[in-house]
């Protein structure tokens, strides 16, 4: 007997890496260039090539698609990492208002970005370690 239901990851869903690397590319414009994200900007070095890859990497692997973050970088520890800055409810804020506009930007299936938004948004909430 073979089950016909195959889970399609969400990196399936929303395109695969083609979007993933739209996807961060539009986040880290944004932040750039939104006076809101100012605050978040301000946690990153000057240049965001590295950064850029390192989310295109962890993004992929936790949407699903190929080990391209633990591999390399071992498991994420987000929270510890991220521990060095105040992270509260502004920056979380800023935060999501940049992948909010990147998805709308880039993930064309709206179940799909309404699915991920949730989840990036469960995400950015854990990840306040500061009122």
């Given at each position: 007997?073979?089950?016909?239901?195959?889970?399609?990851?969400?990196?399936?869903?929303?395109?695969?890496?083609?979007?993933?690397?739209r996807l961060v590319d539009r986040f880290?414009?944004?932040?750039?260039?939104?006076?809101?994200?100012?605050?978040?900007?301000?946690?990153?070095?000057?240049?965001?090539?590295?950064?850029?890859?390192?989310?295109?990497?962890?993004?992929?692997?936790?949407?699903?698609?190929?080990?391209?973050?633990?591999?390399?970088?071992?498991?994420?520890?987000?929270?510890?990492?991220?521990?060095?800055?105040?992270?509260g409810d502004a920056e979380r804020d800023?935060?999501?208002?940049?992948?909010?506009?990147?998805?709308?930007?880039?993930?064309?299936?709206?179940?799909?970005?309404?699915?991920?938004?949730?989840?990036?948004?469960?995400?950015?909430?854990?990840?306040?370690?500061?009122?």
């Amino acid at each position: 007997m073979t089950d016909s239901t195959t889970a399609i990851s969400m990196f399936e869903r929303i395109g695969g890496s083609a979007t993933i690397d739209r996807l961060v590319d539009r986040f880290y414009d944004r932040m750039d260039t939104l006076p809101e994200a100012q605050v978040i900007r301000a946690m990153h070095a000057d240049d965001l090539g590295l950064i850029r890859d390192v989310l295109k990497r962890y993004l992929t692997e936790w949407t699903g698609g190929p080990r391209l973050y633990t591999p390399e970088k071992g498991h994420p520890r987000l929270r510890q990492r991220h521990f060095g800055f105040a992270i509260g409810d502004a920056e979380r804020d800023a935060w999501l208002r940049c992948m909010r506009g990147a998805l709308e930007e880039t993930v064309t299936d709206s179940a799909a970005r309404r699915d991920l938004d949730n989840a990036l948004s469960g995400l950015a909430d854990w990840m306040r370690n500061r009122p």
